[in-house]
């Protein structure tokens, strides 16, 4: 038996609706829960743990799933369900990283038959993240993207907010300390990432993996409008540590800002000036299809 933690907002879809209905003629046991409200993922989360439920299925976009981490992550090891992910949001960064299936009944169906593999989460101060933590620009456009704007345009809707937003950007002035790493600065950008991408499929961490006990780091350096070229060729260029590109790898990692900024965890914004990330090796179980191409094994290493 699953059981689907269901995002409010799409609950209503047909496709996801027919995908249930589908599966459970063919004798799958699902449950379904529905949110309502901010936090309700979580409640959901240790409803079902209390329940004996051994895997749950986080059905909606990244601040779903960051709903569904928090609430795993705070419950007991021995008490808490598998995780699987039903994508339903407008970027998905994390579930199409993993290369989970975007179709409802696809997604369900590696649910219900997948293997479960351990994978990393990150404790950032009292919260939780299992893909991206990112301030700076990033998080400006992410937090500032209305909803509707996003329903209408998808993925799209980043892009136009990047640009509205690139006209009065003011860089953070910061502070980060990580593993045989001192960086102060002006900043336009600085991720987090124990996944690969964010911001609607922004490659941030090309050589991240989710089961390494490792955050990859990134930090775009304040650069003239006349380097604009050689900071994208940095971006491109991982292995290489850059002029305003800086790249890093540690197991922790502390941030400061002179000003309390907005940080995305897995887009869910929190607003504090100093934060403290710590990577839990292993700490949840979560459905993979083979073949995940960011979880690694001892041929990819």
Known sequence: MIRLILNGKKAEQEEIRSAVTLLRSRSADIEVRVTWEKGDGERLVQEASREGVKRIVAGGGDGTLNEVVNGLAVLDADARPELAILPLGTANDFATSCAIPHT?????QLALSGKSREVDIVKANSRYFINVASGGFGS???AETPPQ???FLGGGAYALTAVIKSLSFVPNHGRLLAENVE???EAVVAAVCNGRQAGGGQIL???????????DIMVILL????DVAQVLQEMREPLVQGKYVKRYRSSWVDTWT????????DGEPIRERHIRFDVLPGEIQLVLPDNCPVYKTEERS
């Open 149 to 151: 704007l996003k329903n």
């Open 258 to 265: 002179d000003e309390n900024k907005s940080v995305n965890l």
């Open 205 to 215: 961490a090309p050589g991240a993996w989710i089961n390494d006990g490792l955050l």
């Open 140 to 142: 400006q456009v992410t």
């Open 223 to 226: 650069f003239p409008i006349t």
């Open 183 to 185: 960086l102060e600065g």
């Open 104 to 108: 409802a009944l696809e997604a369900l």
